[in-house]
């Protein structure tokens, strides 16, 4: 009976735990790498060498939707900004127009000049 007693002290401990964890795994702004994946398939369409395609948009639309908070939103913007620098090609005229072409509204439209700082 003892034991039957203690794990289920043991399985309360961890439900709570994880209870309370899981709100603050929101509370982390975005990481570059949560920026960069969903992004990967509109590289071609960024490069002049394919289509804009609707994995592109999903992965536009999902950043959107996580880029909730102002924190979040400042992170997404600095990671771009950094993904942008580093990938020779790019098109920015495309770039500054997938918002736009997957019906995503952005709240702040990032470019290169842009200063994450001030993104709110």
């Known amino acids: 009976m003892a034991g039957i007693s203690i794990a289920l002290k043991l399985a ?14 929101q ?13 990967e398939p509109c590289l071609n369409y960024l490069r002049n060498t394919g289509p804009l395609t609707s994995e592109c948009c999903a992965g536009v639309k999902k950043i959107n939707a996580e880029a909730n908070t102002t924190a ?9 900004k950094t993904l942008a620098a580093e990938i020779s090609g790019i098109n920015f005229t495309k770039a500054a127009d997938i918002p736009t072409k997957c019906d ?8 290169l000049s842009t200063d994450c700082n001030k993104v709110k």
């Open 104 to 111: 995503v509204k952005v709240p702040d439209p990032i470019s």
């Open 27 to 39: 509370l982390a702004p975005l990481t570059c790498g949560q920026v960069d994946t969903p992004l």
């Open 72 to 80: 979040n939103r400042k992170a997404a913007c600095k990671c771009l």
């Open 12 to 25: 309360c401990a961890v439900v709570m735990c994880l209870l309370l964890a899981a709100p603050l795994t």
